[in-house]
C-alpha cells in the first residue's frame, strides 16, 4: 500500500507549494490514473511515492506519514534520465545483477524483454545512438526486468508511434495483474477501461475527484476540459483548421537534392528531391528510429549528410549559413536550454530590441504559455510539458523563417497543446514555415499542408485531404 498523509512540498524557487496537505492512499494491486493539468504536481507526486524525492533529488518536503515500496520500478517521461550504462545489453544486465541472476541467463532474459517491447538492436548497441522512441522502449524494457511489486509509468508512451503505444500499453496491461500500478498518462485511451480509480488533480496540486473512470467522464467532463486532460472527446475543443491560400512565389525555400541522410555512416533516409516553401505546415510521420530526428540535424547542418541543401538558390554547407533562417526545437527540451531561469531563456531570445520592448515581449510569452508562476525558476525544475513549452517559446521566439519542431506537443496536456496549435497558425498566417516530426494523428489530419512519411528509407508524400 502507498501512503501519504499531509504532504507539503515546494521547489526552492518556485512562488508556492505543490502540495499542501496532499492526502494520498493507494491499495495493493490497484491500478490508479493520476489526470490533471500540465505542473499540477503529478511527475513529482510518483517521485515521492518512488523514494527518488528526496532520496535521490532533494527538495524539502515534509508528511505526517510516507509509506512506500522499496520493490517497485519507474518509467519515466524522459528515458534518459533512467540510464546508467553505455550499451544496451549493459543497461539490462545491470538489472538481472541487481537481482542476482546467473550470468548464463542473461542473455535469454535480455533477449525475452527486448523481444517483448519490439526493440530489434545488437549486443554492441549504444544507448545515445537510439531514438527516441527506441530510447523509451529500453526503459520500458528494463522496467519489466526488475519484477517490481509497484510500477510508477510516468507517460510511458509519450514518444511512441501510435502502433508502438497500443501494443506497449498491450504488453503492460497483460503483465500488470499482481502489481500496484500508479499511471501519470494524457494518451488514455488504451487504459480507460482498465483501470480501478481516476484521481483528478487542479492546478494547485489539490484532488478534486477520485472516483472510477466513467463516473469521471460524466461528472467532471467540464473540468477535464478546462484542465486540458485527453478525455475522449477532447478533440471537440481543438481549434478549428484555417484555410490556408495557396503561396505561388514565396519569398523564401528551402531545397534538398540527391542527399542521403545518416547516422553513424549508416543511411537512414535517401532523398531525390524536396522542397519546403513558405507558409506551409509540414507534418513527417515513420517509424521509431526511421531517421526523422536525424533529418531535422541534418537541415541545421549539425550532422554530416550527402547531398546538396540550398536556401534561396544559395548552396548551405556550415551551421552559419542556416541558423538565421531555421530554428531547431529538440525532442529533449533540456538539450537547448542556457539560462539560469525560464525568464532568461526567454529574454535572450529578444537580445536585438531594446530592454523595454525585450521585456515586454518575454512577459507577453510567458504568458501565452502559461509560465509566469514559474518564470524565476531554472529550465530543469520544470515539469516535462512545462519544458516543452519552454522549448517551443524560444522557437516563437526567435525570427527564424522556418521553425523544426521534433514532437512538440508529447507530455502536453489538451489545454496547452491547443494552445500552441493556435501560435502555429498565427505563425504560419505571417508567412513562417512549421516542420514537424509528430506522431498525433489529429494535428496531420487537422492542421498540416503536406504529409511526408518515411518508410523504406524514403520521403512518401502522402495523398488526402488537407486543409489548404
Known amino acids: ?62 508528511y505526517d506519514q510516507l509509506d512506500r515500496d522499496v520493490n517497485s520500478g519507474v518509467i519515466f517521461q524522459d528515458p534518459d534520465t533512467q540510464f546508467c550504462m553505455p550499451k544496451v545489453y549493459e543497461e539490462l544486465a545491470f538489472i538481472l545483477e541487481n537481482r542476482q ?29 537510439l531514438s527516441g522512441g527506441m530510447k523509451q522502449k529500453l526503459a520500458i524494457a528494463e522496467t519489466l526486468l526488475q519484477n517490481a511489486n509497484t510500477l510508477f509509468l510516468d507517460e510511458p508512451t509519450a514518444m511512441l508511434d501510435v502502433e508502438a503505444t497500443e501494443a506497449l500499453w498491450s504488453k503492460i496491461k497483460s503483465l500488470w495483474t499482481n ?53 475522449p472527446k477532447a478533440w471537440d475543443y481543438a481549434p478549428q483548421p484555417i484555410k490556408q491560400h495557396t503561396v505561388e512565389k514565396t519569398d523564401y525555400q528551402l531545397r534538398l537534392e540527391q542527399c542521403t541522410i545518416k547516422r553513424d555512416k549508416r543511411a537512414l533516409i535517401k532523398i531525390n528531391e524536396l522542397t519546403i516553401n513558405q507558409g506551409e505546415w509540414i507534418t513527417i510521420t515513420g517509424a521509431n528510429g526511421s531517421g526523422k530526428t536525424s533529418l531535422l540535424e541534418s537541415l541545421m547542418q549539425l550532422i554530416q549528410y550527402e547531398g546538396t541543401m540550398y536556401f534561396n538558390n544559395k548552396i548551405i554547407r556550415k551551421i552559419k549559413d542556416i541558423a538565421h ?45 502559461n509560465l509566469t508562476e514559474v518564470k524565476h525558476q531554472h529550465p530543469f525544475e520544470l515539469s516535462v510539458g512545462q519544458k516543452r513549452r519552454l522549448s517551443v517559446a ?68 502522402m495523398l488526402g485531404e488537407a486543409h489548404v
Open 394 to 461: 524560444t522557437a516563437l521566439s526567435s525570427e527564424a523563417e522556418i521553425i523544426l519542431l521534433d514532437e512538440p506537443t508529447f507530455g502536453l496536456d489538451s489545454h496547452n497543446t491547443f494552445n500552441l496549435i493556435k501560435l502555429f497558425q498565427e505563425r504560419i498566417n505571417k508567412g513562417q514555415t512549421i516542420v514537424m516530426v509528430t506522431h498525433d494523428s489529429e494535428i496531420i489530419k487537422r492542421y498540416s499542408t503536406r504529409r511526408i512519411h518515411v518508410e523504406n528509407k524514403q520521403l512518401v508524400e
Open 101 to 129: 541472476v546467473p550470468r548464463e541467463q542473461m542473455d535469454e532474459e535480455i533477449s525475452k524483454a527486448l523481444q517483448s517491447v519490439g526493440l530489434s538492436v545488437n549486443k554492441d548497441q549504444y544507448v545515445n545512438q
Open 325 to 369: 533562417h531555421a530554428f531547431l526545437v529538440y525532442q529533449n527540451p533540456e538539450l537547448q536550454f542556457i539560462t539560469n531561469s525560464v525568464y532568461d531563456e526567454i529574454y535572450v531570445q529578444y537580445s536585438n530590441y531594446s530592454d523595454t520592448e525585450a521585456q515586454q515581449k518575454t512577459e507577453a510569452m510567458l504568458h501565452e504559455l
Open 179 to 231: 502489481q500496484t500500478v500508479l499511471i501519470v498518462e494524457h494518451k488514455v485511451a488504451h487504459i480507460w477501461e482498465h483501470i480501478d480509480r481516476v484521481i483528478l488533480f487542479d492546478y494547485d496540486g489539490n484532488i478534486i475527484a477520485d472516483e472510477q473512470p466513467q463516473s469521471i467522464l460524466t461528472n467532471y467532463e467540464h473540468l477535464l476540459t478546462e484542465y486540458g486532460v485527453w478525455h
Open 1 to 62: 500500500m502507498l501512503v501519504a498523509k499531509n504532504l507539503r512540498l515546494k521547489y526552492p524557487n518556485a512562488n508556492k507549494k505543490i502540495f499542501d496537505g496532499l492526502d494520498i492512499t493507494i491499495k495493493e494491486q490497484e491500478k490508479v490514473l493520476l489526470l490533471g493539468p500540465s505542473g499540477s504536481g503529478k511527475s513529482t507526486l510518483l517521485n515521492v511515492l518512488s523514494g527518488i524525492v528526496p532520496e535521490l533529488i532533494e527538495l524539502p518536503l515534509k
